[in-house]
């Protein structure tokens, strides 16, 4: 479980604090300062009530970026109870909120993230295919190998070297074999670099 660090205390911090769940999802979803959606979404994250789990979703397609990553972090902190709305928010239709909930996943680490960020490895948004490769490699299941191994060819360079970081750290024989292969068609010096040091 994750402890998110503390954000900036926005103004009325103190009223905020006192504050029910009801009152918090409110300021969540409604203020118009995202200092103090920032702060109500750390609130929800830090008192892990699940009730809180479904509108701190919701505000993974905020579109202030610190509100989508505190939300993201009191996900994280609330756990296991959140796992299947993350799943559910791997298909939602803005990739930010896809990437957030990979993100999520990957600090969660239950056996239950893996069929989700296994889908997320064939998302059509790179960054996604990217943090659902990264929360695998954190995660470390070994039903990841040979999806992971199709991103090998991925079209984009991040992607392709998250993917190898996974599968090393997965390791055993299927691994080796792919990636020995990856490696003679690999262009990019720095993919080149990452299959070399997984193979050790």
């Given at each position: ?6 954000p900036?205390?926005p103004e ?7 504050q ?13 300062d995202?200092q103090?959606?920032q702060y ?5 994250g ?20 610190s509100?989508r990553?505190?939300a ?13 709305s993350?799943a559910?928010a791997m298909?939602?239709?803005?990739w930010e909120t ?12 239950d056996?239950k ?5 296994i ?5 059509s ?9 990264k ?21 984009n360079?991040?992607?392709?070297t ?17 990636l ?11 993919v080149?670099a ?7």
């Open positions: 479980m994750v402890e998110a660090p503390i900036k205390k009325g911090a103190e009223e905020l604090e006192n029910g769940l009801g009152e918090l999802v409110r300021a969540l979803h409604e203020h118009t995202p103090v959606r109500a979404a750390y609130l929800l830090k008192a892990k009530n699940p009730r809180a789990v479904q509108p701190l979703v919701e505000s993974l397609a905020d579109f202030d970026k509100v990553e505190q993201m972090l009191a996900l994280s902190s609330i756990g296991k109870a959140a796992v299947g993350l559910e298909k939602e239709p803005k896809r990437y957030r909930a990979a993100e999520a996943l990957g600090k969660i680490a056996e993230a893996v069929k989700p960020l889908a997320g490895l064939r998302d948004r790179d960054h996604v295919r990217y943090m659902a490769a929360s695998l490699h954190e995660i470390g299941d070994s039903d990841a190998v040979e999806p992971l191994i199709i991103l090998l060819k991925d079209e360079t991040y992607v392709r998250m993917a190898v970081h996974a599968l090393g750290a997965l390791g055993g024989k299927t691994m080796k074999a792919a020995t292969k990856a490696l003679e068609s690999e262009e990019n010096e720095k080149k990452a299959i070399t040091s997984a193979l050790g």
